[in-house]
C-alpha cells in the first residue's frame, strides 16, 4: 500500500473532525441533546471500528465495553467539562480542545486499522493487539459519553 492508493474520503473526513473540532475550541450555547448525539455517533463509530477490524467476538467488544464503561463511571470527573452556565433549556460551555483530541484519536485510530488491514499486517491477529485497540476506541467514546452525561447532570441539577 501506498500514500497513492489511501482514497480521499478519510482526508474528507478528517477535515470535517478538524472544523467540529475547531467550532468545540471557542465558547457556545449548546442544547444537552446536542452532545447526546455526538456521544453516540462517537459511540457508533468506534463500535464499528472495532466490529468492522475484529468482528462481533468476546474480546473485542468486552474490551471496547470494559473501556467504555471505566471512562464513563471512574474518568467521568476527568473528562467533565468545566465551567458551565445555564442559559435557559440551553448551556454555556467554555471552549475545549479536549473534543477535537477524541474525535482525531478515534479517526487515527481507524484510519491506522485501515492501513494495517491494507497492508496484510500480522498484529491484526494477536489477541493483544486487538484488545488494546478495543479498549482505546472504547476509552474515546466513553469520554464523549462521560461529557455529555456530565453536562446533563448539570442541567437537572441547576
Known sequence: MTASSIPFWPFAVLAGLVM?????SRDRVVQPGMLAKVALAMLALSLYGVTTAFGAHMVPVLAWA??????????????APRGLAKEGAAVRMPGSWVPLGLMLGIFMTK????????????????LWFIAAVS?????FSGA??????????FVRAA
Open 20 to 24: 467540529l473540532g475547531y467550532r468545540q
Open 111 to 126: 484510519f491506522g486499522l485501515g492501513f494495517a488491514n491494507g497492508m496484510g499486517a500480522h498484529v491484526l491477529q494477536e
Open 66 to 79: 470494559t473501556a467504555f464503561a471505566a471512562a464513563v463511571f471512574i474518568g467521568g470527573p476527568l473528562f
Open 144 to 153: 464523549f459519553a462521560a461529557r455529555a452525561t456530565a453536562v446533563h447532570r
Open 135 to 139: 479498549a482505546i476506541l472504547g476509552l
